[in-house]
Protein backbone atom coordinates (compact mmCIF):
# COMPACT_ATOMS: atom_id res chain seq x y z
CA UNK A 1 0.00 0.00 0.00
CA UNK A 2 1.01 3.57 -1.13
CA UNK A 3 1.26 6.11 1.53
CA UNK A 4 -1.76 8.68 1.30
CA UNK A 5 -0.81 11.83 0.45
CA UNK A 6 -3.16 14.83 1.48
CA UNK A 7 -4.12 17.13 -1.22
CA UNK A 8 -2.60 20.53 -1.35
CA UNK A 9 -4.28 23.40 0.30
CA UNK A 10 -4.78 26.71 -1.67
CA UNK A 11 -5.68 29.83 0.60
CA UNK A 12 -7.47 32.49 -0.96
CA UNK A 13 -8.77 36.03 0.46
CA UNK A 14 -12.66 36.12 0.71
CA UNK A 15 -14.42 39.51 -0.94
CA UNK A 16 -14.44 40.75 2.43
CA UNK A 17 -10.78 39.87 3.70
CA UNK A 18 -9.52 41.75 0.22
CA UNK A 19 -11.32 44.57 0.80
CA UNK A 20 -10.65 44.90 4.67
CA UNK A 21 -6.74 43.51 3.90
CA UNK A 22 -6.74 46.80 0.94
CA UNK A 23 -8.58 49.12 3.46
CA UNK A 24 -5.64 48.18 5.63
CA UNK A 25 -2.76 50.12 3.86
CA UNK A 26 -2.65 53.90 4.55
CA UNK A 27 -1.55 55.80 0.94
CA UNK A 28 -0.27 59.31 2.61
CA UNK A 29 3.71 58.04 2.18
CA UNK A 30 5.56 56.74 -0.83
CA UNK A 31 6.35 53.85 0.89
CA UNK A 32 2.66 53.56 1.87
CA UNK A 33 1.78 54.28 -2.05
CA UNK A 34 4.36 51.94 -3.14
CA UNK A 35 2.99 48.80 -0.83
CA UNK A 36 -0.78 49.47 -2.30
CA UNK A 37 0.28 49.56 -5.73
CA UNK A 38 2.32 46.26 -5.33
CA UNK A 39 -0.65 44.70 -3.41
CA UNK A 40 -3.04 45.92 -6.06
CA UNK A 41 -0.70 44.62 -8.47
CA UNK A 42 -0.04 41.14 -7.29
CA UNK A 43 -3.87 40.71 -6.84
CA UNK A 44 -4.81 42.26 -10.22
CA UNK A 45 -2.60 40.58 -12.19
CA UNK A 46 -2.03 37.29 -10.63
CA UNK A 47 1.75 37.95 -10.65
CA UNK A 48 4.63 35.66 -8.89
CA UNK A 49 6.86 37.52 -6.24
CA UNK A 50 9.64 37.18 -8.49
CA UNK A 51 8.10 38.37 -11.34
CA UNK A 52 6.98 41.57 -9.62
CA UNK A 53 10.41 42.40 -8.48
CA UNK A 54 12.00 42.08 -11.83
CA UNK A 55 9.80 44.85 -13.07
CA UNK A 56 11.15 47.54 -14.59
CA UNK A 57 9.72 51.09 -14.83
CA UNK A 58 9.81 50.83 -18.71
CA UNK A 59 8.18 46.82 -19.34
CA UNK A 60 4.34 48.76 -18.39
CA UNK A 61 2.82 50.09 -21.09
CA UNK A 62 0.25 52.20 -19.23
CA UNK A 63 -1.60 52.96 -22.59
CA UNK A 64 -2.37 49.22 -23.10
CA UNK A 65 -2.63 48.31 -19.60
CA UNK A 66 -0.11 45.10 -20.75
CA UNK A 67 3.01 43.89 -19.90
CA UNK A 68 5.21 40.70 -20.49
CA UNK A 69 6.75 38.89 -17.77
CA UNK A 70 9.43 35.91 -17.86
CA UNK A 71 7.81 33.59 -15.60
CA UNK A 72 8.28 29.87 -14.89
CA UNK A 73 10.98 27.89 -16.89
CA UNK A 74 11.55 31.27 -18.82
CA UNK A 75 8.19 31.24 -20.15
CA UNK A 76 7.10 34.97 -21.43
CA UNK A 77 3.41 35.74 -21.24
CA UNK A 78 1.75 38.93 -21.30
CA UNK A 79 -0.08 40.34 -18.10
CA UNK A 80 -2.80 42.97 -18.51
CA UNK A 81 -3.36 45.81 -15.59
CA UNK A 82 -6.40 46.65 -14.05
CA UNK A 83 -7.06 50.60 -14.27
CA UNK A 84 -7.42 50.38 -10.15
CA UNK A 85 -3.73 48.99 -10.28
CA UNK A 86 -2.27 51.11 -13.43
CA UNK A 87 -3.82 54.08 -11.17
CA UNK A 88 -1.83 52.97 -8.11
CA UNK A 89 1.22 52.18 -9.73
CA UNK A 90 1.45 55.99 -11.48
CA UNK A 91 0.65 57.38 -8.31
CA UNK A 92 3.33 55.96 -6.39
CA UNK A 93 5.52 56.72 -9.79
CA UNK A 94 4.80 60.40 -9.55
CA UNK A 95 5.99 60.42 -5.87
CA UNK A 96 9.25 59.23 -6.94
CA UNK A 97 12.44 61.70 -7.19
CA UNK A 98 14.81 59.21 -8.58
CA UNK A 99 16.55 57.82 -11.72
CA UNK A 100 16.32 54.08 -10.78
CA UNK A 101 14.97 51.51 -13.48
CA UNK A 102 13.19 49.13 -11.19
CA UNK A 103 9.58 49.79 -10.57
CA UNK A 104 9.35 49.08 -6.79
CA UNK A 105 12.30 50.14 -4.61
CA UNK A 106 13.37 50.45 -1.13
CA UNK A 107 12.97 54.39 0.41
CA UNK A 108 15.11 53.64 3.52
CA UNK A 109 18.20 55.62 1.88
CA UNK A 110 18.99 59.64 2.65
CA UNK A 111 17.62 61.77 0.07
CA UNK A 112 20.79 63.61 -0.27
CA UNK A 113 22.38 60.13 -1.13
CA UNK A 114 19.77 59.30 -4.39
CA UNK A 115 22.91 60.27 -6.84
CA UNK A 116 25.40 58.66 -4.63
CA UNK A 117 27.79 56.05 -6.31
CA UNK A 118 26.70 53.68 -3.79
CA UNK A 119 22.94 53.25 -5.01
CA UNK A 120 21.99 51.60 -7.97
CA UNK A 121 18.85 49.17 -9.35
CA UNK A 122 20.43 46.69 -7.75
CA UNK A 123 20.28 47.36 -4.38
CA UNK A 124 17.45 49.30 -4.21
CA UNK A 125 15.28 46.74 -6.08
CA UNK A 126 12.93 45.08 -3.49
CA UNK A 127 13.43 41.52 -2.38
CA UNK A 128 10.96 38.60 -2.09
CA UNK A 129 11.69 39.13 1.25
CA UNK A 130 10.07 42.21 1.74
CA UNK A 131 7.36 42.03 -0.28
CA UNK A 132 6.08 39.17 1.58
CA UNK A 133 6.94 40.14 5.10
CA UNK A 134 4.94 43.68 3.92
CA UNK A 135 1.96 41.60 2.99
CA UNK A 136 2.02 39.62 6.24
CA UNK A 137 2.23 42.65 8.18
CA UNK A 138 -0.73 44.34 6.47
CA UNK A 139 -2.75 41.39 6.66
CA UNK A 140 -2.49 41.28 10.21
CA UNK A 141 -3.25 44.98 10.73
CA UNK A 142 -6.78 43.87 8.59
CA UNK A 143 -7.23 40.93 10.84
CA UNK A 144 -6.95 38.42 8.38
CA UNK A 145 -6.56 35.10 10.34
CA UNK A 146 -5.33 33.52 7.29
CA UNK A 147 -1.36 33.01 6.79
CA UNK A 148 -0.87 35.16 4.34
CA UNK A 149 1.45 35.92 1.80
CA UNK A 150 2.07 37.07 -2.17
CA UNK A 151 1.19 33.81 -3.56
CA UNK A 152 -2.30 34.14 -1.30
CA UNK A 153 -3.13 36.94 -3.46
CA UNK A 154 -2.29 35.55 -6.61
CA UNK A 155 -4.68 32.57 -5.47
CA UNK A 156 -7.16 35.28 -4.45
CA UNK A 157 -6.67 36.88 -8.16
CA UNK A 158 -7.36 33.68 -9.93
CA UNK A 159 -10.27 32.59 -7.19
CA UNK A 160 -12.15 36.05 -7.59
CA UNK A 161 -12.02 35.38 -12.09
CA UNK A 162 -13.52 31.91 -10.86
CA UNK A 163 -16.40 32.72 -8.99
CA UNK A 164 -16.71 35.59 -11.24
CA UNK A 165 -17.57 32.94 -14.42
CA UNK A 166 -14.27 33.31 -15.90
CA UNK A 167 -13.31 30.38 -18.35
CA UNK A 168 -10.26 28.31 -16.50
CA UNK A 169 -8.26 27.91 -19.69
CA UNK A 170 -8.32 32.08 -19.73
CA UNK A 171 -7.57 31.89 -15.88
CA UNK A 172 -4.90 29.30 -16.16
CA UNK A 173 -2.93 31.70 -19.35
CA UNK A 174 -3.38 34.79 -16.71
Known amino acids: DLMKVSDR ?33 IYSTG ?4 ELTALNQNDVNFETLEFAVRGKWGKL ?11 AIQDYLRARNDHFT ?23 RLTRFFITNMIKEYGLKAWVLK ?18 WA ?3 IIQEL
Open 102 to 124: PLFIRHNFSEANINSSLLSDDNV
Open 47 to 50: LRIS
Open 9 to 41: EVTFLTGEEIERFFSAIPIETIQWKRDFAIAEC
Open 147 to 164: NLHAHTLRHSFATTLLTN
Open 167 to 169: DIR
Open 77 to 87: RVVYLTETARD
